[in-house]
T-cell receptor, first 114, second 109 residues
Framework: IAGITQAPTSQILAAGRRMTLRCTQD?????MYWYRQDLGLGLRLIHY???????GKGEVPDGYSVSRANTDDFPLTLASAVPSQTSVYFC?????????????FGPGTRLTVL | GQNIDQPTEMTATEGAIVQINCTYQ??????LFWYQQHAGEAPTFLSY????GLEEKGRFSSFLSRSKGYSYLLLKELQMKDSASYLC??????????FGAGTTVTVRA
């Protein structure tokens, strides 16, 4: 593994189903993030984690939950999917806090909720 | 939070120069980033500005004026592969970035 991986690449899901999007990084970055990207709206932060064991809410957290049991993994769970959660989801990571900290993005998961 | 504005679309000719403007309003500015995103791919880091002035990286340059809440990304000697979306993002605090909606640049032969 090099960088950030996400799984699945794409998924079609029935409304009401539970879904977990996986994200793994091998760069030993402390901070990780989940964004959704919708046409015309840009990337919006869902949840973030500054370090293993801690998480925080972003701009659009409702309907999503995250956990950060270790440094490498940061799964995003939709407890009961709704059609408005149809989007492209990007996971990102950065080394740590600080002015020059750069976020690096995974390849994304395209999710369709019907 | 931030209010980040950038043009939706721009078109330019191969070999030309294009300037993408970004304006923002924030209560705690801590840096501005530009990312490039090709269709169907992940955003990739292009540049970072935290102090006023111009940062140059090959064909790409980024400028920041903190007092005006303004940045631009300058793409020189445009190539077909530069056709992509360009995302302006502002950091407020240590970790979180807020992104503009992106500017889609189309390079024509």
């Amino acid at each position: 593994i090099a960088g950030i991986t996400q799984a699945p690449t794409s998924q079609i899901l029935a409304a009401g189903r539970r879904m977990t999007l996986r994200c793994t990084q091998d760069m030993r970055h402390n901070a990780m993030y989940w964004y959704r990207q919708d046409l015309g709206l840009g990337l919006r932060l869902i949840h973030y984690s500054n370090t293993a064991g801690t998480t925080g809410k972003g701009e659009v957290p409702d309907g999503y939950s995250v956990s950060r049991a270790n440094t490498d993994d940061f799964p995003l769970t939709l407890a009961s999917a709704v059609p408005s959660q149809t989007s492209v989801y990007f996971c990102a990571s950065s080394a740590s806090g600080g002015a020059t900290d750069t976020q690096y993005f995974g390849p994304g998961t395209r999710l369709t909720v019907l | 939070g931030q209010n980040i504005d950038q043009p939706t679309e721009m078109t330019a000719t191969e070999g030309a120069i294009v300037q993408i403007n970004c304006t923002y309003q924030t209560s705690g500015f801590n840096g501005l980033f530009w990312y490039q995103q090709h269709a169907g791919e992940a955003p990739t880091f292009l540049s970072y500005n935290v102090l006023d002035g111009l940062e140059e990286k090959g064909r790409f340059s980024s400028f920041l004026s903190r007092s005006k809440g303004y940045s631009y990304l300058l793409l020189k000697e445009l190539q077909m592969k530069d056709s992509a979306s360009y995302l302006c993002a502002v950091r407020e605090g240590d970790y979180k970035l807020s992104f503009g909606a992106g500017t889609t640049v189309t390079v024509r032969a």
